[in-house]
């Protein structure tokens, strides 16, 4: 095994154990030894690679915490090179989103990741019902209303369409963690809608993909006796996150004279656009804070349905965070994309495209 794949293998133990140990504490329950089994084995792996290099390993998983709060190219130990070395996996005491996209599944980590288990749990209950429109009144929901009291919750299931998806509605929508209370309430943000976590200048907005302009603004502040739930962390990323910039696309792309349908067969891609000659392209939306390991992460498009054109198309957001994404997610994402027909484009240049092919059909 090189370097490089034993620091992958370390870092998936890692953030998948994060991950696993924060959804024990969440609710008030102290973290006990046995830790989470790919918890332990990253700091078991962890410590040997430091004792081989004659570092100080972490004394402890207290103390391994605390270096997960700071860049990875900062650690007595480096990690996965300069393409990772601005990742910081825990931020006030929760994964942050570089930490759920190191969490995703793999051969190097024990059982399968909440977002994964929960969407393909909704998209065979869809199936076997042969409802489509609850799978896509599903995604509209977690991306929609990531934060619901009891109530909320309940009303909303009480849509026809959501009603066969109860159970896995529910797993999606966690209690309110204890990072975000504020006494006997907890504060939505204003501009994403998620919940506000405490932070020693005050609350704080975790969602970096938040609309806002400097510091949060203040929305619902609601009791915690109301049974605040708020969206899975896996969920919020994968799902939540790159859904509103699937709406935004969507909305975008509608006014440019073609037929958009979201999540078509049951999420086989993210956007079908059908043009007036019936030429059908395919869309997937990403929304990963770095290239590289997005690229890693892709593949063919499903051609069910059927399309003449693909793209992969990273959000905007994503991209302006880090300078030279979309170069460097062509660059990396180039081989595993060869004879695939697919590529990768900006939301912009593709909004371009759509309205040229969509012209040469008027």
Known sequence: MTAGDDDQRILFLLASGIVAAHDEVSTGAALRVPYPPALQRALDRLTLRCLQEDVSPPAGLAELLRWCEEPLGSWPVRL??????????????????????????????????????????????????GKPQSYVAFRRLVISEPVLTEFELHENLMDPDLTILSEPVKRCYLPAPLECYLGDHVLQCADCKNLLVNAPDGPICLDDRCPRLGPPRQGRSLPIVQGVRWIAGPVRTFVSSPGRAELRLAEDLSKCGVTV??????????????????????????????????????????????????????????????????????????????????????????????????????
């Open 261 to 362: 349908d979201l999540w078509p067969n049951f999420d086989a891609y993210d956007l079908k656009i059908t043009f007036t000659n019936g030429e059908v392209w395919a869309v997937d939306v990403k929304d990963w804070s770095n290239p590289v390991r997005l690229a890693q992460r892709l593949g063919p498009i499903p051609r069910d349905p059927q399309w003449e054109q693909a793209f992969y198309v990273p959000a905007r957001d994503a991209v302006a965070a880090a300078p030279g994404y979309l170069t460097t997610l062509r660059a990396r994402s180039r081989g595993v994309l060869r004879g695939t027909g697919v590529q990768v484009i900006s939301e912009r240049g593709l909004v371009r495209k759509v309205r040229q092919r969509a012209g040469n059909d008027a």
């Open 80 to 129: 996965g090179g300069e393409d990772v070395a601005g990742d910081v996996l825990v931020d006030l005491g929760m994964p942050t989103r570089a930490c759920h996209e190191w969490a995703l599944p793999s051969d190097d980590v024990e059982g399968e990741l909440f977002e994964n288990a929960v969407i393909a749990d909704v998209r065979r209950i869809c199936r076997a019902a």
